[in-house]
């Protein structure tokens, strides 16, 4: 019998295996107490490749060739994901960032950040291509597989484009549960500094996830175009700003949410946008039904 490749359960059973990776690797360090150690780092990190691992095993697993060779086109064309909204990106997280330091910086006082990646790359702009390798690590590579590859495409289906974005986002921001309790890690700052900041860390993602696939639409489901966006979030918004305090850290992801609920409001509005989703979520179901 022929398998349903895109089966509720196979969707169900990629966030139960994520989740359980890398939460259990995630807290064996803080458990045991040795999450400054090689050691630790090792295990941490090596939970963080659970969602492009899971993805991956289950598309080699349950996917047809045809289906197979469609994945991973758009996993990594860039005709596909095209120039346009790459750069649209670019200039939308720089914008934001731009903003919320200026508005932090001149009007709240707020620390300006040392920018040592910025810095690192005027004294030898050769450096670009460690910040943008470390950059594609820690996010795109090890989760995009995932989040869009894998599990947008059967959300998009079953709940439609604004539900569906934010129903992953919801499991992209408590995937990251483990970042709370390891030192070094954003999140575990964010629960330092304030008990809200940390809540507010997962509608904040939910939102980018509606961005997200926002891209991804306009792309005609580019996981490469998803995967970017992604990326150049986590670039601009904080590695190139790094070192940062955390009041500037939660301004720029306070007025990045302003900005997506922007974006919220215009796809729920759009009667184009609107269209534009029923057409890719259409051409998803018909994938489905040819098997």
Excluded at 7 to 28: E, H, N, R
Excluded at 206 to 221: D, G
Excluded at 248 to 263: D, E, H, P, Q
Aim: proline share 3%.
């Amino acid at each position: 019998m022929k398998k349903n490749w895109m089966s509720t359960k196979y969707l169900v059973l990629f966030f139960i295996l994520t989740l359980a990776w890398t939460w259990i690797c995630g807290f064996i360090s803080v458990v045991f107490g040795f999450t400054d150690t090689g050691a630790g780092t090792f295990v941490f990190y090596f939970g963080g490749g659970a969602p492009s691992v899971v993805a991956l095993f289950l598309v080699f697993l349950t996917y047809p060739k045809d289906k197979k060779k469609d994945y991973f086109r758009r996993c990594f064309s860039f005709r596909k994901a095209g120039l346009k909204w790459p750069l649209v990106t670019i200039a939308v997280f720089t914008a934001l960032s731009a903003i919320s330091i200026a508005i932090g910086v001149g009007l709240l006082g707020f620390e300006m950040p040392t920018m040592d990646y910025i810095k690192a790359i005027r004294a030898n702009p050769l450096n670009i291509l460690l910040v943008l390798l470390l950059s594609l690590i820690s996010g795109p590579l090890n989760e995009e597989f995932g989040w869009r590859g894998y599990a947008l495409d059967r959300l998009l289906l079953k709940f439609g484009f604004i539900k569906g974005s934010l129903i992953l986002g919801f499991f992209w921001a408590i995937w990251h549960l483990p970042w709370y309790f390891t030192p070094g890690q954003a999140q575990y700052n964010l629960l330092k500094d304030s008990v809200f900041h940390a809540v507010m860390f997962v509608p904040s993602v939910m939102m980018l996830s509606v961005f997200v696939s926002f891209v991804y639409v306009k792309t005609n489901r580019s996981i490469l175009a998803g995967a970017l966006v992604h990326m150049f979030s986590n670039l601009i918004g904080s590695q190139l700003l790094s070192s940062y305090t955390t009041e500037i850290s939660m301004l720029i992801r306070y007025t990045n949410m302003a900005f997506f609920l922007g974006v919220i409001v215009y796809a729920a509005c759009s009667r184009k946008f609107r269209a534009e989703a029923a057409e890719v979520i259409g051409s998803i179901k018909i994938q489905e039904q040819a098997g």
